[in-house]
């Protein structure tokens, strides 16, 4: 069963990360591969808006 939940705070990516090591090996197609990309895309935004990295300007 799918039970994605949004990550608010610090502690949050630790459970994210916890399920998505439970699901690195799911089947394409299945109910876990879905719910691991759903982590992942979460994951990625969290990580996106907490530890932003500048652009870079070549002179």
């Known amino acids: 069963m799918m039970n ?6 610090d502690a949050d990516p630790d459970r994210a ?7 690195w090996a ?3 197609g299945t ?3 879905n719910e691991l ?3 992942s895309l979460l994951i990625k935004k969290y990580e ?3 530890y ?4 870079s300007h070549s002179a």
């Open 4 to 9: 994605i939940q949004p990550i608010h705070n």
């Open 17 to 23: 990360f916890a399920r998505l090591e439970e699901l």
């Open 26 to 28: 799911a089947d394409a």
């Open 31 to 33: 109910p876990e591969a």
């Open 37 to 39: 990309e759903g982590l």
């Open 48 to 50: 996106d808006d907490r």
């Open 52 to 55: 932003p990295v500048g652009s």
